[in-house]
């Protein structure tokens, strides 16, 4: 059993103490008796008996001394703990486009995860995986487990290239909570072919603001067909067969749900956006501010389709926007080659990795808000006790 609190204990002990010390020290008065005159008092020797000391109320002691060990014991919060099982680990696995391959990545993390160890799937966010996911990972049914609790050392083992264009400040705010050295597993990121060069084709009205403003000239050389108006099945086919890329944007979108700025690589664009949810799948390529997928790309045989639900508006000046340029010329950039990520440097990942030792798993131990169940019931016991008192006391007198 541990105490998160033991000072409490302790001062239930010294409380009980007081106690028992002021019961021996506190003397009853003696009761009132008629004193007679001096005549009716018999001639002889004069005696006064005298008592014994002897402790009373023995029970009503003992009560009172349980009630503030009971307390002292409750605000301790005692927890038991079962046996400790060493060194627990959160595996990290990168799911963002900078992976070449989910199932590489699926087995490396089977090799890494033993029963109570926790799962953790990243792009732009991070969530616990759990059995029963959405993608190629859930094949992996590991349900995290609450050993590390009782853990002595946690090792976080990392699964990813690691791209450069994923280190950035938040990653090294991150990295600093971590009291350790981190295992760097390392997995291949892709490497694509440059499609072939052509135009770019944008279908949609006449007036569309990306066909107006011309940032459909200015993207890098690829064979790109940006749809405005809808997709067809024969869309996805090209994309699938010519190696192109299939930009499938819609030029109009509910306005109910909005967004203040869009992030896609180091673009980062600040303004009233529309936006819409995006089919399931794909690799994240675009996010919104708070955290949520703007863009995502689905790779084909020899080339990819790619879905964005960014509105534009009609009117302003967003599209002659510089950040906004960059950001549209990423969303329509090759499927390979020059947008392949670029794995970070082997100094960067060393400090990345950092050296020591594992992290100790009490750095991690927080007392919960809430009362524990011991401590729970130590209460209950002390205030049964506390409504027992007074009839012990009459019962004394």
Request: overall charge positive.
């Amino acid at each position: 059993m541990s105490f998160a609190a033991p000072a409490f204990l302790a001062a239930g002990a010294l409380a009980a103490l007081a106690i028992v010390a002021l019961h021996f020290l506190a003397r009853q008065r003696p009761r009132a008796a008629p004193f007679p005159t001096a005549r009716f008092v018999p001639e002889r020797t004069a005696r006064a008996p005298s008592r014994a000391l002897t402790p009373t109320d023995l029970l009503l002691l003992l009560l009172r001394a349980l009630v503030v060990l009971l307390l002292g014991a409750a605000f301790a919060r005692p927890a038991w703990e079962g046996a400790r099982v060493g060194t627990r680990r959160v595996v990290l696995v990168d799911r963002s486009r900078a992976v070449a391959s989910a199932e590489t990545a699926r087995d490396s993390a089977r090799a890494w995860l033993r029963p109570g160890d926790a799962l953790v799937l990243f792009d732009s966010a991070a969530r616990v995986m759990s059995a029963g996911g959405d993608d190629s990972l859930g094949a992996l049914a590991i349900q995290p487990g609450r050993s590390h609790a009782r853990a002595d050392s946690l090792e976080l083992v990392l699964i990813s290239p690691i791209a450069r264009e994923e280190l950035d400040d938040a990653t090294w705010l991150a990295r600093a909570q971590w009291p350790g050295a981190i295992r760097h597993v390392r997995v291949a990121a892709p490497r694509g072919v440059m499609t072939s060069p052509g135009g770019i084709v944008v279908r949609g009205a006449k007036d569309d603001p990306l066909r107006s403003a011309g940032l459909a000239w200015r993207a890098a050389a690829s064979s790109v067909r940006l749809v405005r108006d809808g997709a067809t099945g024969a869309d996805s086919v090209w994309a699938a067969d010519s190696g192109g890329v299939l930009v499938r944007w819609p030029s109009s979108l509910p306005g109910g749900d909005t967004a203040n700025a869009l992030v896609l690589g180091n673009a980062v664009v600040v303004a009233r956006f529309a936006r819409d949810t995006l089919p399931a799948g794909g690799a994240p390529m675009a996010w919104w501010n708070d955290g949520r997928i703007a863009a995502v790309e689905r790779r084909t045989r020899t080339g990819c389709v790619r879905d964005v639900r960014v509105g534009v508006p009609a009117a302003g000046d967003l599209v002659l926007r510089e950040s906004f340029r960059r950001a549209f010329d990423a969303l329509v950039a090759p499927c390979a080659g020059s947008r392949d990520p670029i794995v970070a440097s082997d100094s960067l990942v060393a400090k990345l990795r950092g050296d020591g030792a594992l992290a100790p798993a009490r750095a991690w131990t927080r007392a919960s808000d809430a009362v524990p169940p011991l401590s729970r019931w130590l209460l209950i016991g002390a205030a049964v006790l506390l409504v027992a008192e007074p009839l012990f006391r009459r019962r004394a007198e």
